[in-house]
């Protein structure tokens, strides 16, 4: 939610903030801005609206400077507008400043700052920092404390980046509960909300934690905690290839990501189940027996798709261990005082490893003396770094807004999970294991066989494009893939879409179904494919054009549906990972027909760092 970067060196920044910044649009994308220190003065461009608006308005004026911050925006406070697009600067120009999160306490610091004579331009939080940081630089304190001043005042969530005009060899950056990194350059140092705006210029980055603040120049970095002690950071080294954030040919990163499927779990199983082993590898990850004997409960906890993707987790854990496991939307379980304990197992997933509501979740859990594990994408993420254990999907750099390999990828961790636990419990005969590997290990060809349908789902796509109303329909784990696949439609083409649990329909939700609805049902699920079946007659007898997601050789009939995709045959617990491959096809397919922006949808941003 909001990207920013900033760069200090010898270069020119205007270029390499508008690089930076293309690679953080995901992040957010309703106006962008930079501000670039000449030497003398700080200038300011920004502009609502897309990337591309900021970069006309530089091309015809450009901005020249060695330093400089810039940020892509997702509004929370005052609608996207010129005016309260970022940077924002003090009232003579003495300081810029860029912010991702939200200042909580902005209301009485701004009144305050009335009070002393400051004039406020725009709806935003972030101009109250400008402005505070110029009030206590004014006072006489120095530009670095001047921002440590103000860090003491401010409430909130912030990463921060901050420049004085007095001082054109200095960035000042800050955190608490938002992501920063810091790039490690040769005489040139950057900062970013995500490794990939700084990538193509270094591969050492600083993860800086909350309430620290670095104080940066081209050839010095020194970060500092809130005792002003200075803090020596490990450098991390980021291994994953530069060519995984770009879209090497396709049209779109989301069905760049779509194809890549097969490759991730392909090596997320080589990884952690390997061939010649009869368990599961959970290295440095503590589910031991005598772990899960200690266990009263198991909460799973995250939002949108990795939320899913812990429904399918919960049904396989509490199958295999018999502990109660409760899954919860990250912005509920904070709020509703769940009963956790030093015999509490959290399990958090998260793609970013950043939503604010996922993280808080773990804090929570942190507290209250539980252990808490992990399953997240990003590495050195905040969430990975608080987790007692991580568990890693490895599915490199997710761009479009709308998640698919990361889902499969969760999906996929949160089974080996599941697994490895009914190995430890004794659940799982050797046999069964070697059942469960070999089917894991055909799951990317499987995947394959889906991808070179794509035609097909894109063929139905058009052909329902004019759908207003969308149902998915399924039972047990084909319930939690239906979520997901209307997720992906809500998402990316705008439309009216509902998840309902098969048998539920007939309790209110079918007075809606008439002919013009789509229904898809997804009936991966043997024991209840009669029961689907029946509700798939249900819906068609009133009317509703009908698409049935199945397994070859559960034949539906002529009739029974209007469409059918086949997806090749899969044990019932991995299956849906097959099943939300057509979905996710089908919302891009969707999507691509009418016209939307498909991996920056509208309003949605995808590392949501606030609340
Ligand atoms: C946003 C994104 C979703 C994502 C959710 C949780 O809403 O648009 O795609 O599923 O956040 O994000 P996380 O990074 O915690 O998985």
């Not at 809606?512 to 007898?541: G, H, P, R, W, Y």
Request: hydrophobic share 40%; glycine share 8%; aromatic share 8%.
């Amino acid at each position: 939610m909001c990207g920013i970067v900033g760069y200090i060196g010898n270069q020119q920044s205007s270029g390499i903030l508008i690089d930076g910044l293309k690679r953080l649009e995901y992040r957010g994308y309703d106006s962008a801005g930079i501000a670039v220190h000449d030497g003398e003065n700080i200038n300011v461009v920004k502009s609502k609206g897309k990337l591309v608006n900021l970069v006309e308005k530089i091309n015809k004026a450009p901005v020249r400077g060695t330093l400089g911050i810039g940020h892509t925006r997702w509004a929370t406070h005052g609608a996207p507008s010129d005016i309260n697009s970022h940077p924002h600067i003090s009232g003579d120009g003495t300081i810029a400043v860029v912010h991702n999160g939200i200042i909580e306490n902005y209301i009485d610091i701004k009144n305050e700052l009335i009070e002393k004579g400051y004039t406020f331009v725009s709806e935003t939080d972030t101009e109250t920092v400008a402005h505070l940081i110029d009030y206590y630089y004014k006072t006489g304190v120095g530009f670095v404390d001047a921002v440590y001043e103000t860090l003491k005042r401010i409430e909130g969530s912030y990463a921060l980046g901050v420049i004085c005009k007095d001082f054109p060899d200095t960035l000042v950056a800050a955190r608490k509960n938002c992501p920063l990194v810091i790039g490690i350059g040769k005489n040139e140092n950057f900062i970013a909300s995500d490794i990939p705006a700084i990538l193509h210029h270094t591969r050492k980055v600083y993860f800086l934690d909350d309430m620290e603040f670095a104080v940066i120049k081209s050839d010095s970095i020194k970060i500092f905690n809130m005792d002003k002690n200075e803090v020596k950071k490990d450098i991390f080294n980021v291994e994953w290839d530069i060519d995984a954030a770009e879209k090497g040919g396709y049209e779109h990163f989301m069905i760049k990501e779509i194809n890549e499927q097969p490759r991730i779990i392909n090596e997320l199983v080589s990884m952690r189940m390997p061939k010649d082993k009869n368990f599961i590898d959970m290295s440095g990850i503590k589910l031991k027996k005598e772990d899960i004997n200690e266990l009263n409960r198991i909460y799973i906890v995250a939002c949108g798709t990795a939320y899913h993707a812990g429904l399918i987790g919960k049904t396989l854990i509490e199958k295999f261990t018999k502990i109660p496991v409760i899954a919860d939307v990250a912005s509920e379980f904070r709020y509703r005082e769940p009963v956790i304990d030093e015999k509490t197992l959290l399990i958090v997933v998260s793609q970013s490893g950043e939503t604010a509501d996922t993280l808080e979740a773990l804090r929570i859990a942190k507290r209250n003396s539980a252990r808490v594990l992990a399953v997240v994408n990003a590495v050195g993420s905040s969430i990975a770094r608080e987790a007692d254990d991580v568990f890693y999907i490895l599915a490199g750099p997710e761009i479009s807004v709308a998640s698919t390999k990361a889902f499969t990828a969760q999906v996929v961790a949160m089974e080996l999970i599941a697994f490895n636990m009914a190995i430890e419990c004794g659940a799982l005969s050797k046999e069964e294991f070697e059942t469960i590997k070999s089917e894991f290990y055909c799951l990317d060809t499987k995947i394959g066989q889906i991808l070179d349908e794509s035609e097909k789902i894109k063929a139905l796509a058009e052909k329902y494009s004019k759908s207003r109303n969308v149902f998915f329909i399924g039972r047990g784990l084909d319930y939690v893939v239906s979520k997901e696949g209307s997720l992906k439609l809500k998402e990316i083409a705008y439309l009216h879409s509902e998840a309902y649990a098969a048998g539920e329909l007939k309790h209110g939700p079918i007075a809606m179904i008439d002919d013009e609805t789509l229904v898809i049902a997804i009936l991966t699920q043997e024991k209840l494919f009669d029961k689907t079946l029946s509700n798939i007659k249900e819906v068609k007898a009133r009317g509703a054009s009908v698409i049935a997601i199945a397994v070859e050789g559960n034949n539906i009939a002529a009739g029974e549906a209007d469409d059918i995709i086949y997806i090749p045959r899969a044990m019932w617990s991995i299956a849906p990972v097959l099943a939300a491959v057509p979905a996710q096809l089908f919302a891009y397919y969707m999507a691509y027909c009418l016209g939307t922006d498909i991996d920056q949808p509208r309003n949605l941003a995808k590392s949501v760092t606030v609340e």
